[in-house]
């Protein structure tokens, strides 16, 4: 039954009518009140996730023109993280933080770091010619770039400038062992980064080589960009590519364009490899005239869409009005040559108007395509030509993929097809322009695909995902303590609790803090207007998902702490005043506790050090100080207490026999033995009466107490578990 | 049944065996196979979207520490949106474009715009206490800064930095009539933007008026800096508040904390309007000893974390310990008092430990409270403080909103609860940061609630949302041809067909291009290194979602061009030879072709202008080009034949006489007039042989006769229309 419940809802003056469905009860009753047919109801149990449910596959998809990638969940389809790739992203301090900005610095032509990138089609690194979950890449095409992401983490490693071309076709490619991630450029120029003259004008396909390092929880792989090539390739406008297999393995393809003419082009790239080097803008480049007859040209009948090699690397599958088959073994027989399709054609598939796409499954031999103009996707068999079956859709398909579809073993029972015209049926308006929209396919049934699910990217012209099993990437949850994240190296700007502290030399200040619960410390950072200041900061949580954000107040600064991770914020301070920082992540009951302040004092401020105004206290006020730093002490000896009972009862009970819980005691020794010169500290100034600094030390002295008793009782957990004495 | 497919993934040399879920079939087999509940299968359906569906409410929501906003829909949980507000977002040129820069640079305090931005609890405009649809509100916490959205476009229109204060807390809030958005900040600081002296803190409450000025599709409310003023406010931490209505009309309410003690304050603010002013840092500011008298301190029993007024005025919520329901009417009356909340308590209504928010719903009377640490919702009224009935979750709930919770009419069955912790049960890993995560919980039955959808944010830290009945928003799809969609004005800047031209004025150059299927006019623009150069395009397209991007290869630029839009973009064109530029959305099937190229010419060049190589063209390639264009001009007199014959039919049916017929018309013959010099240079070019020349300037011309074309039978199509004439 539709229960409507209505109100009265006065707009502007207006009385307006708007039902509210109600929508409790049972299942039938909410899909007659949602209008929702059966055919819903199966589509809704399939892609409906329960809570503490796990998809099956994750996504990547770059965010178009946003420069960012995007992590999702397959059959969820719920968006999961977006990630900083080619633009700056605040939420992760990636293009904020100085780590992130060196990174993104090596991938400027001169010296300037564009904060955009136009990216598509990605690649997983694999092994053997499966993904192995390790990384993924990504071509920018507007800027020219290469990225290289660890899984480990999810975060942006590596990002290089394409040193001969200045535009890239937006994907990228990777060979069967990622020895290489590949790109070609998209538009011919001149390759001087200089000229004009167009009549100079060549495209180049770029080997970068991929030195892979990897171990448990540490994907360390990089490009190295001086092991890496370009070959010449003739002024040809360059597309959509893919890379051998099997018997295919060591060709490159894809298509080219020139005088309305299309072709497929093959490459024996381990013959460039080996090839006569010369160098251009100082990078190694095979000049075409010394590859040229380990290439062929192969004149297709129509103008191509796509290029795929078949799973198991027999095939060429290219969508051209027809799709058709292409004998990769008789492409390698011809190279060198020009020649037409027809040489070389296995079978010639008539699948529908518009061929824009095809992907493979895990069953023998079968593909399907996307024929856009019929709104249809079609499931045939690329050895046999046979078509199978296929589905009408509401929509006009572009894009198609199936999770692994470019790997020797494509997985899943999924298809998701891109929907470049979801604006007219599909979803509510925001505005002039829409989201991007992606439709998930059940391809389950052997005979029978269902669209099942339109799921929204909130970005327009974003397409080009890969998909992935889940459970093939190990994602880490902590960084070993003080670790760069963007290196993977322990960074030389770590700092441990205790050992805080801020170096001035001249104008450059350097402030060593930490990140824990609830405290940044220093939390006073005092400098002149016009310093050089860097805040590195360390956290200390070893807790899972204990993140901790920072920023200063109008410095337009942000970095994200991850539980280990150290990161380094550099500005100049040139505006005077008393500006808060603060967690900007929510950490725990006590988060808004989290925050310390920047005194920036003014050019030509001749007064005392700061000394949060004491030096202008009232009595009364003074007096409140003088209280709180007692009451304050009572509660460092209560502390105190507490840690030295926790002390001898470990002693006691032979901790030191236990090498882990010993450690864990050390470090809380440490710990307090290292803020000693708080304790120091607020004993100088109460003897001074200066309260408001004694109290204000004698809380940083009980905040380290606090560290210390926790890492304490957690030593004290594990002793009487270890002691087998509960809780 | 589980139907498992098993498959033998070679990873990293180890067969590894994964199930392959197979879905296919019936819900029961499905749900077997998902180990799907019949609770779940129920909550399946309430949230699925069929094609076609529309979600009932929008809910938008600051994506916490990336500066932006997410726009998604209830009860699909679908993300539909993001638009930069504090920071950039390059996939719609947002910071990147000059028009966005400009309104960005007016949120800077000194000529440095922060681009980061800390943004939480947004607020919809109001008339009547009631949304309506037209405008959204935002603070940024970290750089203390508000800015305005219109809905009507969903993108940001203001953005102004808050001149008396450095930080805010990271909320707006909306008078009835949105006559004010008002920001509290959070930690008190010297106002004068200058002194570390904490002796001199203060904190402040800012009143932003605001012009409200909209017609069908066009909201041009801004806020009026020079109408606007702040009320001092003694050094007290600030946080959460919310403003009267109804019989509390007028009052402003807000927590405030000092030395360990909590508060809800009151300011009469319509007194602080009339109250005398003094000027600080060119703002109107009311002092605290003006405005005092109409000020309450109530002094709370507990650490409160939530104030809100309930729907109907009557009521202050409080979360403190206790949900306190404080009585408005006698706080006005203890104006200018401080006094403790017993003096005004109405009820106090004990809920659970750990109390973080409140909201309403339809309901009279009804509320809803968050027990974090008893991980329940609870529902009560709050006129009897009788419970009703409470949701026992398997999280802890922090911030929880129902749709139009803040208006005088909340709406909907729906409430949301922002889950804070849910890494530990209900996401997949990626990596040591996780996704933020929202539960939608059904709320339509009198006497049970359920949990039925989790919901991921893409990015940490994200919560305090607000939703509106989706039908309230009255959102445009293209805007008046030539718009400057940040100001709603015609642009300066705008082109139209045919009057495409680039000026130079020494090192300056301007670009006046245009953006249709499938062309950027100018397809070639020509420039000196060390240029200053702007591209001013506008997007002539009038369909629905024909939005064009623009870049320039490693330029770093890049702009969105919806219907109807004009925008520029400025750069030095510092970096010599040949870009290409392109369309970065997928407009048609011909998007690739939508290019062209920039010529920056390097420093000290002496040699002819920009020929595209044809001083260095072959024997051959000049045949080519010779070819193509009498090619060209074979298609071009086919075309013009075409146009010719519209027009005969258009006049012989007395177009004439239907006034937008005429104005169509009148439009096509303009475009091809202003294409006359493109004909002469083609005729021009052959005449001297320059066939590559003469060439390009045919298919340029031939670009216009396809525009006008375009139009003509678009006017065509209407007169036989009007004439009652089959297509």
Known sequence: MKQLKWLALTVLGLVVFVPRVKAQS??????????????????????????????????IVGTGNSGTMIVYGVPSMRIYKYVGVFSPEPWQGYGYDDE??????????DDR???????RFPAYSETNGDYDGKYAFFTDGANARVALLGLDDFETKQVLSNPIMNNLFPEATVTPNTEYVIQTGQYPHPWDMRSTDMGQAKNAITFWKVKRMEKEGEHKGRIIKEKSFAIEFPPYQLDYNDVGKGPSDGLFFGLAFKDGKAYVYAVDYKKAVSAKKTRVNDFDVVKFDDIKGSVAFIELPAKANMVKVSPEGKYLVVAADNVLVLDAAKIKSNLGKSIKADAVMHKSVPIGKGVVDVTFDYRKNIAYASAHDDSKIVRFNYETGAKKDEVKLDFKPSYITVPQGNSMHPHSNYLIAVDKEAYLKNLPKTGPVRPSVQHLIDISDDNEMTDIYTMTLPQANVYGNELILRTTIKPIIRYPTGTNSRTGEPSPFRAVAGQEKIERKGNRVHVFGTLIRSHITPEIVEVNQGDIVTFHLTNLERAEDETHGFTIDTYGKHGSFEPGKTASLTFVADRAGAFPYYCTEFCSALH??????????????????TDLGAGKLSKEELAKYKKQYEEKLKVIKQTGDVINSVVDYLKKNHYEKYPYVKALVQDAVDQLNKAKFTEDNYKKYAKEGKWKDAFLWAEQYFQYQVKAADVGLRAKKLLDEKLGKEQ
């Open 26 to 59: 049972t299942v039938d009753a909410v899909m007659k009140a949602r209008g929702l047919t059966d055919k819903d109801k199966l589509a809704a149990v399939k892609t409906f996730m329960p809570r503490g449910g796990r998809d099956e596959y994750f996504g």
């Open 100 to 109: 992130s900005q060196l990174l993104l610095k090596k991938s400027s032509l």
């Open 113 to 119: 770091i564009p904060w955009y990138g136009d990216m």
């Open 592 to 609: 808004l506790e989290m925050e310390g302040i920047l005194m920036v004092k003014p050019k030509g401020y001749k007064g005392p050090g």
